[in-house]
C-alpha cells in the first residue's frame, strides 16, 4: 500500500500494488517518489514479486527500469538480489531496509541540524520530507529537526516546477507539522537571498557521484550558484544509499527526461527532470555518517553503504 502522491494535497489516497509491475508504474508515474522511498517501494516491490512466484530477474529489470536518475533504486535491488530468493527472508530484508533508511533519516537530520544557526530562515527545493524516505526527510528533516530545536524560524518552499512537489508536498508536510513557511515561485529564490532573506539552503540529492557532484530536482543548480554569489551556505543532506562510488562524476549522471507535456503540451517543449550541481558549489554534504566537506572524494570514499547490515 503506497500513500498515492499524485492526489496530495487535496486528498489522502492509498494505492494497492499487488506486483512489481504494479509498484513500478507507481514509481514511474510519481505515486511515490524522492530518492529514498523509491528505493524503499523497489524493495518491497521485489519482496512482493517473490511473495507471488514472479519471476525474480524479471521483476528486478521491470523495476529497475521505472526511473534513472535515483541511485537508491538499484542500490535497493542490488541489495534484495543479494539477500537469495526465500519470500519470507526477501520481505525481512526489504522491512530492514526500510527500517535502515528512517534510522539514517533521523542521524542525518541531527548533523545537519547542528551547522544551522538561531534565527535560521531555510530555502528548499522539491520534497525532501517524510513523503521522499519513509522517515523524516532528509533536508526537510533537518529543516524540521532545527525548528523542533528553535533554531529554524521560517522555511521558504521552492514551488518547483513543472510538478510542483514543494508547493503540493513541502507546503503539505510543513503544515502537518506545524512549521512556519511559505511557497514561492522557483524564480523567486535570486530576489530573495539577494534581500537577505534567506541564511541556508537546504536540498536533498537524487544520486551523489564518487567526487561530490550532485543531481537532484531540476533547478538546484541554479540555487546553488545564487547561493555561492550570495555567500550563503548550501547544504546537501542525503543519506549514504544515495551516494554512487561507481559513477565518477556528475558527467556519468543519467538525466531522467520526462514527457515534454507536463511542461506544456501546446507548444514544443523540454522537460529534464533533475541537474547537476557541481561539488564545488556545494558548501557540505551531510549523511548520516556527519558532515562530508570538499575534498569529498575520500570521505565519501569511507561511507559504508549498509550492505552487510539489511542482510544481517
Ligand atoms: O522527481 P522526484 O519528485 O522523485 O524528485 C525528488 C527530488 O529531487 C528530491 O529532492 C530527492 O529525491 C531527494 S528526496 C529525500
Not at 521491470?62 to 534513472?68: C, F, K, Y
Not at 531555510?122 to 533554531?151: K, S
Not at 522557483?186 to 550532485?214: C, Q
Request: charged share 20%; net charge negative.
Amino acid at each position: 500500500m503506497l500513500l498515492d502522491q499524485r492526489h496530495l494535497p487535496e486528498d489522502v489516497v492509498y494505492l494497492e500494488c499487488r506486483s512489481a509491475a504494479d509498484v513500478a508504474g507507481a514509481i514511474r508515474a510519481l505515486a511515490v517518489r524522492g530518492a529514498p522511498a523509491i528505493g524503499v517501494a523497489a524493495a518491497y516491490g521485489y519482496a512482493l514479486a517473490a511473495a507471488r512466484g514472479e519471476d525474480l530477474g524479471d521483476a528486478a529489470a521491470t523495476l529497475l527500469a521505472s526511473r534513472p536518475t535515483a541511485v537508491n533504486l538499484s542500490w535497493a535491488l542490488a541489495e534484495m538480489r543479494s539477500a537469495g530468493s526465500d519470500p519470507a527472508a526477501l520481505a525481512a530484508c526489504a522491512r530492514r531496509l526500510h527500517e535502515h533508511e528512517v534510522e539514517r533519516c533521523r542521524r542525518m537530520a541531527a548533523h545537519a541540524a547542528d551547522l544551522l544557526d538561531p534565527g535560521t530562515r531555510a530555502l528548499t527545493h522539491c520534497n525532501a520530507g517524510a513523503l521522499a524516505t519513509g522517515g523524516v526527510g532528509t533536508a526537510l528533516g533537518a529543516i524540521r529537526e532545527g525548528f523542533a530545536r528553535g533554531l529554524v524560524e521560517h522555511v521558504l518552499v521552492d514551488e518547483t516546477r513543472p510538478l510542483l512537489q514543494g508547493a503540493r508536498l513541502t507546503a503539505w508536510e510543513l503544515e502537518r507539522a506545524g512549521v512556519p513557511h511559505t511557497v514561492v515561485a522557483d524564480a523567486a529564490a535570486g530576489s530573495l537571498l539577494a534581500r537577505g532573506e534567506v541564511s541556508a539552503v537546504l536540498t536533498g540529492a537524487d544520486r551523489i557521484a564518487a567526487n561530490g557532484d550532485t543531481a537532484n530536482k531540476i533547478g538546484t543548480y541554479p540555487l546553488a550558484v545564487l547561493a555561492a554569489h550570495h555567500g550563503i551556505p548550501f547544504y546537501v543532506v542525503a543519506p549514504s544509499s544515495t551516494v554512487d562510488l561507481d559513477t565518477a562524476s556528475g558527467d556519468d549522471i543519467p538525466i531522467e527526461q520526462r514527457d515534454p507535456a507536463e511542461v506544456t503540451a501546446r507548444f514544443p517543449a523540454a522537460n529534464p527532470a533533475f541537474d547537476v550541481t557541481p561539488a564545488a558549489l556545494v558548501t557540505a554534504i551531510i549523511t548520516e555518517e556527519g558532515v562530508h566537506r570538499e575534498p569529498y572524494a575520500a570521505s565519501l570514499a569511507a561511507l559504508g553503504r549498509g550492505r552487510e547490515e539489511v542482510r544481517s
